[in-house]
């Protein structure tokens, strides 16, 4: 134990800072006819981009992290080390959003297709957009939530 407390009375802490950045319009999930998988199929292809209004804030929130992380380093005599590029699809999802509105989403708050009455998309693509923490609970929710409606 002391050998272990004196390798461990200055270290070293990992920190991260996250932000919601939100997909551009143009963002597109779609199927890539000259890429099959073994079955035939064509595979998915992602089209992905970061809207105006997130990119025009990056450098700011980098700036703004890079500043706050230095405070807590000073704060204890420390060093702030590596800062990582900012990047929010840590855990994806998203490509058919959930919502009333059919010209803005893909599915209804039950998962069912706004265009075809028996077909439903259940958990993460459901999601307007990826987040900084593994959704995987609310994933599960959000399918455990379209079940009765799925048994109609």
Not at 32 to 51: A, E, F, Q, T, Y
Request: a positive charge.
């Amino acid at each position: 134990m002391n050998e272990w407390r004196s390798r461990t009375g200055r270290g070293s802490a990992r920190v991260r800072g996250y932000f919601t950045v939100e997909p551009d319009k143009e963002s597109r999930i779609t199927l890539d006819p000259s890429r099959k998988n073994r079955h035939g199929d064509p595979m998915p292809l992602v089209r992905h981009k970061i809207d105006a209004a997130s990119e025009a804030r990056a450098a700011s929130t980098r700036a703004h992290f890079e500043s706050l992380f230095a405070q807590l380093a000073r704060a204890n005599d420390g060093k702030m080390g590596n800062l990582s590029p900012l990047n929010y699809q840590d855990h994806p999802a998203g490509g058919c959003r959930m919502g009333d509105d059919p010209n803005t989403s893909v599915v209804d708050s039950h998962g069912r297709t706004h265009d075809h009455e028996n077909l439903f998309v259940v958990g993460s693509p459901t999601l307007p957009t990826g987040g900084c923490t593994n959704g995987t609970l609310t994933f599960v929710a959000v399918a455990l939530r379209a079940v009765p409606e799925i048994a109609r």
